[in-house]
């Protein structure tokens, strides 16, 4: 068995984690952290989990913590994760699911406004999108788990820029949220007589995931790439949906597009590829997979690639459990099995 | 005061006709028609309408009720105005809140699947973009009002394209609408448990408004235009968000172009057109405004317009009112002055 | 024209005045007060309301303010109207949407853990249920408007006290409310992924409008009347439905029942009683309307009392509309004739 | 390995039996079934289940089934299990989540409107409430698994009733209900755009659910019980909220009221007791988790019980599969450690 930490105890992506390693035959948690509620049951904070955990939060003591565990994994407002690994002397596993590790010390600070991690951590990190880093994850000790709309956006892409099916200088990729994906502090956007009944388009142009896609879009195209990218708050809890469209090389036919995508993830477990329609995001509630369908405008030549994915789970959490067994060795789908909740 | 039918009393195109009516002051409904309920008192039915209208529901007699009233709405499925109007002899204004006058008679036929009107009423049948074709509307006896998605997707692109601002070949389209939209009628599309907690693209490539869009850009920039289209249903009930994404032509700059928008719009009361940030749904919601912004990417020359419509009044029955004022010479906004519901 | 004020103006009661007001004939809006937006455009901040008002928010200068108007409306949080009445050295009319006033000294310090307003001011506040009050009402000078789960539940029990067909002394009732009556101030409570997808019940015991029900009930009931009553959040916006249970007096048939009602209401514009079936709450949404209906059970001779109301109309400012035109001489629907927005 | 067939292969009924058995270590799908998608991959028509389910849909030859499984799971309308079991003359475990088994000849025919099972399948079918009924679940060839309703409501009542805590005479329980308890089938009901942002009391006095709860209350209280009922249909997909209220005995405390209930579930896990505060539908969202809390008003004697459940877990295929574990001597938790999602 192997014990782990969870840092950000309050959060939903804390959780999240907390849910599916119930599924995990290989995970103790030894610990959940929160200074505010030390010594507090998680049960009393989170009558859900009754009957399923015992523990109580600790306090953050990383050197402390990092002696007795395995893994520590931080769900944590950006700037604690960077901070801990720097102060962390021990050697053990991190794996962080804020942008902390993401971008270059340039853009990180441009975009985040914080101070980015030290050169020598920041170039240890690996950045994990499971079905694309596999091997550069497995030996990773500090593991940057993707944002949620970089997951599904560049599981949509990849593909069709790795294999030059489409122009890598016309992309306009337009999402939509579920409002879980603001996490649990509060703000006039996520205050439920604001957000039920509406949509709105939020943060254009100052998204801090355009430049985490646009980087790995680039170093996978070999080249730069400038996308247009929109993200809107739609009334629901958990979901993510990027509709990308993208422009179709010449020569490229819808039969051989789809059949380049199927080919790309035929190993991979956690990506459905369509070959008729498009998924909505209720067939991925819950569960870790990303489902990615199609359709091709002849007369523009544009086609619509359609990704969704549960914004806690492969666009947090359960990706960060994937990278997890990847680096430990063990079964990339163990605790991830939980299918989708529908309806 | 002036005497009006309801033909279709029991969608909710009808019912919305009916609530923006009660504050029109010229204007007495004296028939609604629902040949299935006829006799059965509207508000029996409709127990939200009891102590507002005292009607029953009339048979369709379409030569009885024409020599009745001034003006006839149709809020019915496709098929049924142009049926109507065709068997009718008298001399009466005709407003139609379905399809069946949008499109040329190829196109109808192609995309609705049912015979089209004949000639001679197709060619006297007027568009009704109340904004855009208010000369024409004017003089219309048979009018045909637009669909919901087009009027928010053509006054958001109108100006830029009429102004040559953005590229006519480069129009990427992403629609999101509630679910009211699809009407009463029930389908596992609109059921509850299916749309709730989740986003789905829907109708890729057949959406019937694809051609009226492209008719009515066409027209406007004088060439042929293909768009890039797709429509999203999201969990709520009203409201529909259009994010257009356009190329900017050379030496077009922010500020020209938030500019070119007011000054198209600027005797209009029914587009607001922001200087800053773009608009939400809720902000129209139960009101005939439609709100528009703007946001500029530089890097790629794009700009995202922004348009938001409550589709059950400036997306068809506001709008049709909007309409019958213009036909009637009345003050546009005579029975349209109701502030949006918000929250 | 009369002109009014409406303190408390960033709030969802000052906003739904607002709205309400637009329809009236006799209102001018002559001051929005908030005194943290002073200076700042109504329309700014509420795009909503671009076009539709062009105030700028007003610092809070009671007897200024109270000099330029006839009316005063507080949509704010308790403590404020009491504290702004007694500074008030003008004659003016003031009209408190918050609990201030409709508590005795006792139970206001108890319920609210403020201390009450002076023994003067308290004694001159008329209690606002329209239709149960009205004489009393149009000679208030200040008046207390009612919450929002006493109107819907004063409206749903009172005839059947006053007319000896229920027994005071066993009363359950079980309220269902929309996240409006929260107000915009955020919370976990009203945190849109904490409430989406879940059903609530809170403050069993605590609720503040305890002894508002209880205080008119009893004065109505002339005895002591104590009551088992819950709330329950549900996720949406607007709405109220409290389901009353009453115990039938000897003798009392569904019809008898029935027909009280309809007499105890026969005067009343915004009251409906149905004779079959009972009311949802989308059937009042948007409007001043409270609808009321019944199911008798007849082996444990209970009655059930469904009501629902918009709790931001008929709950609050639709109901402050109302007494200020009564207050004032007019016609008790002025402005608020708006039928419900449905669906 | 135990094989299962579950017939009813296309509602949701059926669909949580799938998910709830990906989980569970000693079961094999053999057989889904539906008639009319016969011979269809269930992963075409359920795309959430692809790489989950391998199936395609059988046709029901209910003796050729028989012959094959263990056990066959009846996700099926009122009226089908009874007919498929009267045919079968194989010997397999039935477990039928329809009502079919749950009334007395009378009352069946009387609230269902259907001919009853014959007296021989209906005196063998065991009333699958685990908790309350595990040593003749255990012994079960037909098990009759409980409504959602009466499931919420039984094990909220019966240790207040049979440790004689409260009343049996004076019972009034008021369900809310999400949307999915209506299955996949169309009605007006659950057409989104008239369930949204709506609250519905719904079947008032008619709910076939009412006899089966009285059915069991009075058979554990040893004497008639009639309660006051009713169900409202709230604006969500899943979740079931019944809030009892039950006249307290004399002499009974809150301490003790609570300490009876912790006592009576001491050994089940999947009931928990709150000690302080009543819980919401949401910290058992897809768990088999039922949550009982409590608020006690000494004014007026009244205990306010609050239970929950999923409806689809708890309230039909969790409790079927924990049935199925009893029946099948195994570790009743299998297969159903699903912690709740979260937010």
């Not at 879980?180 to 996520?190: D, E, H, I, V, Y």
């Not at 994915?309 to 994937?322: C, Y």
């Amino acid at each position: 068995m192997l014990k782990v930490a969870i840092v950000g105890g309050t959060g939903y992506g804390a959780l999240e984690l907390i849910r599916l390693m119930q599924h995990h035959e290989q995970i103790t948690i030894h610990s959940i952290v929160s200074t505010s509620e030390e010594g507090e049951l998680v049960s009393t904070r989170y009558p859900h989990l009754k009957g399923v955990v015992t523990n109580t939060f600790d306090a953050l003591d990383i050197n402390k913590i990092a002696k007795e565990v395995d893994t520590i994994f931080y769900a944590t407002p950006a700037g604690v994760a960077k901070s801990q690994i720097e102060a962390c002397t021990e050697d053990v596993q991190h794996i962080d699911l804020s942008g902390d590790f993401r971008l270059s010390k340039e853009d990180y600070e441009a975009w985040y406004g914080l101070s980015a991690p030290d050169k020598d951590a920041l170039s240890q990190a690996v950045y994990g999108l499971s079905e694309v880093n596999k091997d550069a994850v497995a030996k990773a000790k500090i593991l940057s788990n993707p944002g949620c709309f970089p997951t599904a956006t560049l599981l949509a892409l990849l593909p069709g820029i790795k294999e030059s099916l489409i122009d890598t200088q016309d992309l306009v990729i337009d999402g939509k949220t579920g409002v879980s994906g603001a996490g649990r502090k509060q703000s006039l956007l996520t205050h439920y007589s604001e957000t039920n009944e509406n949509v709105t388009a939020y943060k254009l142009g100052k998204h801090q995931h355009i430049p985490e896609i646009e980087r790995y879009l680039s170093e996978q195209a070999g080249e730069d790439v400038a996308i247009t990218f929109t993200t809107h708050l739609i009334p629901m809890t958990r979901g993510i949906m990027m509709t990308c469209y993208g422009k179709l090389k010449d020569g490229v036919t819808e039969e051989g597009f789809i059949q380049a995508y199927k080919e790309f993830y035929k190993e991979e477990k956690f990506v459905r590829v369509r070959e008729t329609g498009v998924p909505s995001t209720s067939e991925v509630y819950g569960s870790n997979y990303c489902d990615i369908g199609f359709h091709i405008h002849e007369r523009t030549r544009r086609v619509i690639i359609v990704s969704v994915i549960d914004n806690l789970v492969k666009g947090a959490s359960g990706q960060a459990l994937q990278n997890f067994n990847i680096m430990n060795g063990l079964d990339e789908q163990m605790g991830l099995t939980v299918s989708p909740v529908y309806p």
